[in-house]
């Protein structure tokens, strides 16, 4: 698969994975520029609602301190990634043009289907996943059609990340566990296999949110990736 080609089939299938429905941006002001107090941790909406704001802009590459650079890079296996380079961003960071790539195609991807921009999506209130307080599930929607969808943020060490994992992880799971298994011993498969192991809990929540929902093959695979 050439990579334009696979960056729109990961394009489309995050975009369907999600109802889109429209998104209210947050002004930077001037004052707050010109603070020299340190910022303070942003909040999981306010993670969500920065991501949007940086899509809808078109600042692809400053979406990186709102999501997983682990789950990112575990994504791009379905535009044909190579192991050796998934786990090279995983050891490393994710570069700049792969970020711009993805968040790109994405964007497109929800301009094309939707007929408005990315960055027109409106962004609710967190509601709590579980009793821990590691994750919250936040509606979504884009436009006039009142369809509802949820994106889900996780807190970290290093604060609230969109966590895309638990958000698309029933689109693409199927897909995922394949990839995983076909996957040559060696060190690029050991390094894939401890990022899947380190996501359980967001495989979980996904399989969770995906109850009654999603057909019995994605469950099934959900619970085959929660359980690596």
Known sequence: MSRARGLVAVATVLCTAILVGAC???AVTESSLAS????????SAEVLRALVDALGEGDFAGT???????QLALLTFIDGTSPDRVASMVQGRVP??????FWRAFSESVADMSGQSIGRL???EPKPIGDEGEFVSIDTSLGASGRVSP????STGEGWKVDLLATFGGALAPNLWEWIESLPEGDARSIVVDVVAANQASFAVARQLGEGRLPDVAIEALQQLENR
Do not use: Q
């Open 24 to 26: 209210g941006s947050t």
């Open 64 to 70: 990186e301190p709102y999501v997983d650079g682990d």
């Open 122 to 124: 409106e962004v609710g």
């Open 36 to 43: 020299t107090n340190p910022p303070e941790p942003l909040g």
């Open 151 to 154: 994106w889900v943020i996780r």
């Open 96 to 101: 700049s043009e792969v970020l711009e790539s």
